[in-house]
Nanobody, 112 residues
């Protein structure tokens, strides 16, 4: 069973940066793609970024292109989301997902 644990969420000022981590277990990590989603209060969960199994291909939602970077360390079974130039609209709970499994999320709050 895939287990995903996110961390790194925090309160940050607008324009600031955060790095989220997602530790995976119960899966052949280097064989699966990984994605980040987020959900703001009162809104539907939305896709943020995806990385393929090798880390060679990444894709991003338009609102975060040029500001967020997804990466992975297959030796450590961790996927990261580096977030720069944060805006209040980036606030929400961030989740990582793979193979239909989801973590519990980590809260990102951006003050204006």
């Amino acid at each position: 069973q895939v287990q995903l644990v996110e961390s790194g969420g925090d309160l940050v000022q607008s324009g600031g940066s955060l790095r989220l981590s997602c530790a995976a277990s119960g899966v052949a990590f280097g064989s699966v793609s990984m994605s980040w989603y987020r959900q703001a209060p009162g809104k539907e969960r939305e896709w943020v970024a995806r990385i393929n199994k090798t880390g060679g291909t990444t894709t991003y939602a338009d609102p975060v292109k040029g500001r967020f970077t997804i990466s992975r360390d297959n030796a450590k079974n961790i996927v990261y989301l580096e977030m720069n130039s944060l805006k209040p609209g980036d606030a929400g709970v961030y989740y990582c997902t793979s193979l239909g499994s989801w973590g519990r999320g980590t809260q990102v709050t951006v003050s204006s």
